[in-house]
């Protein structure tokens, strides 16, 4: 099954990252914060992460919309991380504040991660919620990237891009 691009912040005529918006801990009463910005042939997820006041987290998301990808098992994403863990996550129409999450560990060179939808765990608020709804992939709304765990101070995830590619099993 051929990839089908989602976001591509690596082309000629790059998506634009500034579309994106940071959701970040002040929302609780925190002062991380974080921006999605663009590279050089790629956009930049970084920030501060504090644990000052309660807080300690700090993430992104893609415009809301309809990205219905129901013919694939899986996305790619191609980054290079700073030695930290994040979190990739999606929502949808069906788990409402839940998100659907899994662990990356970017490398601090350039690589393509593959993330199953299988392995997505549903959170809400940074906990698990074992009798949330099913992932649905054809009702995604949007997607992002988080930092948490604790990992106080800055951060800096590139994106080259994100793609559904992922073939479903037979």
Excluded: N
């Excluded at 009463?29 to 300690?56: C, K, M, N, P, Y």
């Excluded at 013919?71 to 929502?91: E, I, S």
């Excluded at 991660?113 to 992939?137: C, I």
């Amino acid at each position: 099954m051929t990839a089908s691009p989602l976001f591509d912040f690596s082309s000629p005529a790059p998506d634009a990252p500034d579309d994106w918006r940071s959701v970040d801990d002040p929302v609780m009463g925190g002062v991380s914060e974080s921006e999605f910005v663009a590279g050089e042939d790629h956009a930049v997820f970084t920030g501060t992460v504090s644990l000052d006041r309660g807080g300690g987290f700090a993430s992104v998301r893609a415009p809301d919309g309809s990205y219905d990808l129901s013919g694939h098992a899986g996305l790619h994403l191609r980054l290079r991380g700073d030695g930290k863990h994040y979190w990739f996550t999606v929502y949808t129409e069906a788990g409402r504040s839940v998100s659907y999450r899994t662990s990356l560990a970017p490398p601090t060179e350039w690589t393509t991660l593959e993330v199953p939808f299988d392995t997505l765990t549903p959170y809400r608020r940074g906990t698990e919620v074992p009798d949330a709804p099913s992932f649905a992939p054809a009702q995604v709304r949007t997607m992002g990237f988080l930092i948490a765990d604790e990992q106080d101070g800055p951060f800096r995830l590139e994106v080259a891009w994100i793609r559904a590619g992922l073939a479903p099993s037979a």
